[in-house]
């Protein structure tokens, strides 16, 4: 059996994180295929290098579904792409953003978001809202530094971050934090230790969701929104690529 | 590792369906401990039911705490006592109706509920609103028969849930199916089959999240409602029972 | 005519302050039954505690209402088993806790609540959101002491509650004030006075409305989810307790 | 201790009415006040009639509230001139329709509203929404006769009101009935038993609540969108209206 | 073609600067016909004032649709009797409250609106609701000045006004400002050009969505709330008046 | 002054049609720029269409920016990739789709969408939840029909089209009809003097306000989710597009 992880930006050293991550948690007959589009932005930060991580995004969840993929996990907390992506598979899609909402919704009462960038805010308010489960979300909250501060000790990200945390308790009494970053995977065990709540990170939230839907043996529904979408001519540079069905 | 799942009612034979059915998901390392309430009705059929099922629903599961559990299922829809449940143990605590809701918001963008009996819709909806999930669900039905109904082919209530279904992806565009009662483990691969949508039921549904939650060394938040409640006596025949902490 | 008013925990202190509070606003003709509990904890802090004291409050409501009962009014701010006991009865059952919503709805257009310990926070916020009253409440407080401490000048909890009061006039322009605790019936006119503003307690506005509510002859609605429950056995240490119908 | 009930419309025949079902409901030792207009519409059907029925309104209210009375009842579905009438005088201001719907939520989980016209849907759907409590509602649906028509038994109304109720019982699973029309005040306790269910009417639900408000001595809150407007010239042919303070 | 925009109240210099503003932003081709009520408040400041300030404004309105006016704006941010004029005439009607809240919704995720006074705070959040838009609205905030006091140099309004706009981009990271008075139209090309976001004012926003709607030919729908009244007698002060239809 | 429109996808005729719809409804003096995006599918039939849409449409509205645009208007229903237009450049950026449910708004209490296939019926309901409208939205309808057939009379497709409008006003009491489909811009007209109501069609409604903004000197904000996206390098296919800034 083999669970799929695409990275949707192009950043390789993102791609080998995440693949670390997800392979730790993954269970012992479980293939993790790590994947990173072949086009787009280096990183995503906001809507407009969404829609450029996109197109590679789905060109790999295709490729891994013909090779035999029982599920798709996508490793950018916006849940890039899923609506596409649930409609372009037969196979259970989840992104790391969504994992880790509803993970937390099993352990608390409500949570709070910190992420990295305040340009983040409102795409993830709006993931909520469309999710359903803005009513369990305390508050969404910017650490207001970039990611790869937090593997430089010196730039003061990992306290800004521990911060956001300590204001999220104090403030809106959060139950729980998300982390709302790929590239805070590592950090949730000793932040949860720290502050004395569940930290959850969606990384390892979606593998375990991912394999629960395979054993499961659930397939995303094809009444509705993610039914495949009627064959049709795709001009120019995406003339060739892969399309569903 | 063991996970217990706790059936709130003091029908035996429905403990052992439930029983098989979470043995028939778990993993191989993984053991179920199955307990059914030693107090309290034979079956749950409404709110004043629920009242006299939590407490002996409790105990048990204070017991399986001890007994080294890492997670605790609760085997009616209506998550009968799931907060009273978090609050008493430090380990996760999942509702299979809860399950179900998490599971299909991962599979389509809205589901509809089919249940046996009338009286249980308020309950359903109850619990939805306060999830937060209510957006996501279509609208909560209820087929008109009792649960052993489902067990006698001549009951006609096998077709008249399969009828709920059909008029649930008519008429409110239902993209997936949550069955709503334990006593349906075992129909939902066939409806899915027959009906071609996803049928989520949410004992097998609980397992995969429990077992989950386990791998990601995640708890109950304890900061808020589920908090340890403050030592004190209790009175009358509840002065000997065991007490969270 | 008879009112009962039954006090969830076990405590007989509170159960008389109680029923003086409902005796002090009863009408001339309306006798005020008081009962408590005769098993459970004697106090009830969160959800743990609701559950052992409704079995017990729903033996005292099948009492009365057997010796009479016009409307039972539920003494415990969190309105603890408000729909069984509803299911339980015909005559019309009323929580302290939506008394004082309803009641503040009628006096202004957004109120707070102020409660005692955070760890109630959650469990009121539940309610309101199944009431559909989510929107008229700015802001659920507590105020950090117990309610014993009400009672000793020298706790500074009274201090407390007025700073908690002041911070819900300055921070969410709250118009109105319920007093989240049955302990605090004594205290609304004395507070209401000095900050100037409607100050809400739930027990004599459940006696105001359960007395409106007898006199216009309306009973609980029996479609819906509080049909009285199926008639089945009861195992165990309940076999023997008193069932509705 | 004087109610004063204030029909905002001018026709005497309707004030009488109401009239009569208040002092029906009222205690001993309550005076009811009936007024209404001097000025402004004979009826009451939409936006353009209520704007013309709130200024007479408004001066019998500071009419009755300088005479003494206790509490003011607005005898209008409609809730007409509500927010103007609690910032108009210190003494608390009832709604019937609000009456209505608060006494609704104390005995069944949701509820439909049946009217008479088609017309008066919008407006009762924007106080629910407003109030807090569309979740509560199920359906606003209207009968399409007229309020006269109810008097003519060859007219057919009352089969037509009974019809809406049946289809309220079935299509929206309706546990209660509010009645959406003043004129319907005699109707409730018939229905009631012949549908099988609490049907709710507003005059009677109001006076229980104004009484229920003024014993619990409190009054509207003047924090807020009801503190009384800054004193002001009026000009024209308002211009020797009394004004609030 | 010609737009007509009435001041609801009947203080004639706030009537000269509405029409400035308004014929600021008209086409070239667009008589603006700038009308008062002849009766009523000097000011609108609250639900009483709003009350007596209708029906001199329907009376313009029903005036000026007969002199062949396409469309009407309320000038007044409360939206004053908005409803009750779409009841009158065919033309369209719009308020600049609501004219400034959808023009926000076009350039940003969420606003806050800053008006004079707190005690119009709860009926803008009241429209809000109304509109649906309340949660694209983040905060409703006050300046505590009158309106007059913005053309006071020495009255220090202009700055809390702009210390408003500063803790709303702190505090709740609004992302457009809605000035929340007819008063402030001239303020918003500064106060955007000072704090570096869209401030959006009514009387102009409505002007364009009046013109827009002109040209898209498109009138307020008659099904529904907005059908017109049935015809029938006013009494007393307003026996003469006009009347729909 | 020029507004630039963007067919999303890439076949000319529609591009023709649309063009065609925006210049009858444009002012004297506004040129009306028409593009189609250079590369992605033909038609926009749900979420995976859309994906491959937005690129080539971003680099059409950058152009036109740079050459001078005013506003842009995003001409599919689904308001494709409207956010990350809206960070892209500074002029304001207008979906047809919301176009059509803000002028709706301004005309009637609720409306509901009539789109052609099902598959879009739950795209169109997130977009409304998203810009929080979702409660104006009565229903959206789908006909059940090719956008093409309605260009072939033979096809029924009118017909069924028409039979939805008069489904939408019989079963859901719709006041006002918004045209959910591109293609369907010349039908407005035809459809409103037919049945009654306002139809609302998203071209021409995009197009008066998108001149409205211009008018007002407004700009989309580059606080919150618009800022531009921070530059970095976009590997693949995409290396040498143009980026915002």
């Known amino acids: 059996m083999m669970i799929h992880i695409v990275n949707p930006n192009t950043t390789a050293?993102?791609?080998?994180?995440?693949?670390?991550?997800?392979?730790?948690?993954?269970?012992?007959?479980?293939?993790?295929?790590?994947?990173?589009?072949?086009?787009?932005?280096?990183?995503?930060?906001?809507?407009y290098d969404e829609a450029y991580a996109i197109p590679g995004m789905l060109q790999r969840i295709l490729e891994a579904e013909r090779a035999g993929a029982s599920a798709h996990i996508i490793a950018c907390f916006d849940d890039t792409g899923l609506d596409?992506?649930?409609?372009?598979?037969?196979?259970?899609?989840?992104?790391i953003g969504e994992a880790a909402y509803h993970?937390?919704?099993?352990?608390?009462g409500k949570f709070s978001v910190v992420t990295t960038l305040p340009l983040a805010i409102p795409v993830i308010e709006h993931n909520l809202v469309r999710y359903g489960l803005a009513s369990r979300c305390a508050r969404v909250r910017a650490g207001g530094f970039g990611?790869?501060?937090?593997?430089?000790?010196?730039s003061g990200a990992l306290e800004r971050l521990s911060a956001e945390i300590e204001a999220a308790k104090?403030?809106?009494?959060?139950?729980?934090?998300?982390?709302?970053?790929?590239?805070?995977?590592?950090?949730?065990?000793?932040?949860?230790?720290?502050?004395?709540?569940?930290?959850?990170?969606?990384?390892?939230a979606a593998v375990v969701l991912a394999e629960g839907l395979v054993k499961l043996g659930l397939k995303t529904s094809k009444r509705g929104g993610y039914?495949?979408?009627?064959?049709?001519?795709?001009?120019?540079?995406?003339?060739?690529?892969?399309?569903?069905?």
């Open 84 to 95: 596409a992506a649930r409609q372009a598979v037969a196979s259970p899609v989840i992104g």
């Open 170 to 204: 104090r403030e809106e009494r959060a139950e729980a934090i998300v982390l709302g970053c790929a590239g805070m995977a590592d950090l949730a065990a000793a932040l949860s230790a720290k502050h004395g709540l569940p930290v959850i990170e969606g990384v390892s």
């Open 13 to 47: 050293s993102m791609t080998e994180k995440i693949a670390a991550a997800a392979r730790a948690t993954a269970s012992a007959g479980m293939t993790v295929r790590a994947t990173q589009s072949a086009m787009g932005p280096v990183a995503i930060e906001g809507y």
């Open 147 to 154: 990611v790869l501060a937090l593997e430089d000790p010196a």
């Open 227 to 245: 039914a495949p979408p009627p064959c049709k001519p795709y001009a120019g540079i995406f003339a060739g690529f892969a399309y569903p069905g």
């Open 103 to 108: 993970v937390a919704c099993l352990l608390a």
